[in-house]
């Protein structure tokens, strides 16, 4: 399960965006990118996650109350892609 993106705090990982959002066929989300990634599939999810990724922690980090916390994004959302057409 690829996680794209991921808030931790000194506990642990607080909320996560991973397969369990953007492969899902339910319409309920509680993840951390608050339903732009869900059921969209992998190469959607990474798109969206690496036009939003810094302002959906700082939102989530909010919502949350947490002051000391730190943000893991996945490599594949901050590399550009070399052939942005070919499917991954």
């Known amino acids: ?48 996650t690496r036009e939003m990724a810094e302002k959906r922690v700082e939102k989530y980090a909010k919502s949350q109350r947490l002051d000391n916390y730190k943000a893991e994004i996945a490599q594949e959302v901050t590399q550009l892609r070399m052939w942005p057409g070919k499917k991954i």
């Open 1 to 48: 399960m690829s996680t794209l993106i991921a808030v931790y705090n000194s506990d642990g990982c607080v909320g996560r965006c991973d397969a369990k959002c953007y492969e899902a066929t339910t319409p309920i989300c509680d993840c951390i990118c608050r339903g732009k990634n869900h059921g969209v599939g992998l190469k959607k999810a990474i798109d969206n």
